[in-house]
């Protein structure tokens, strides 16, 4: 064997390593991605469901009942291509999409959660956060059209400005019920000034008069409990008059 030979057997030998290293590393990569791809989606897939099974039912509409479970589809069937095998992701599949088919006939089984709370109406906000995430990247992956993903964006915020008007409202008719008009009006007060601060308040001019109205309400009882309050310090300003002149008088026949 000449040393020509050898060399270029060497030199074949090493080729053959880096091409053999150069495969693992795009199959470790390749698993890397899907492993990486299989968490994404299944921490999409998690807050879809819990969107879709805690969006208060007052809230949740029929339109975006198909929404999320158009988004829940996508997700299950991108997990298919990952896991070809899988029986309860076909099943899944099957599952929505003959929801998918019904379109907004589609039932809306969530009950009815009132926002009575601070710490509802945020759990609700988180909700409606998580859902403009999932629209956004269901956009960003071409699932969604952009004119679609633009109206629920806009849908979103509406139903935030609902949120917003069942929380004040709650609060302030709570406060009502306790014999607290101050509060009630307190909470109608803020719920006025959120309506006149959006963008279109002339969408929300109904529930703008409603809350005014109940201010008006809220504002006129705390002015009567006041009044009340003003007549008892007369009458006792009156009293304190009267005891000063007995005094007087006293003094008067003492020293006389």
Known sequence: MTPLMITLLVIA?????????????VVENNKLEKTRTQIELND?????????ETFPGQLMTPALKLLLTRLELN?????????????????RIDELTALVAQGESIPVTNPPGPIQTEAKAKDVRFLLEALHGQVTRAAQDGFLPTNEAKHWIKEIRHILVL?????????GQHALQQGQPGQARLAFERGVQYLRKQAEP??????????EKQLGRANSM???????????VNELTEGLKVADADADWKKKAIYD
């Open 222 to 232: 705390v002015l009567s409990n006041i009044k009340p309050a003003e007549d008892e």
């Open 163 to 171: 949120l917003h008007i069942e929380f004040f409202n709650n609060l």
């Open 75 to 91: 997700v299950n069937q991108r997990l298919l291509n990952l896991n070809k095998s899988s029986a309860p992701l076909k099943a």
């Open 13 to 25: 030998g090493i080729v053959i390593l880096i091409a053999i290293g150069y495969m693992n590393h």
């Open 44 to 52: 999409r897939l998690r807050r879809c469901g819990e969107i879709t």
């Open 202 to 211: 002339v969408l929300y001019s109904e529930q703008l008069q409603w809350l």
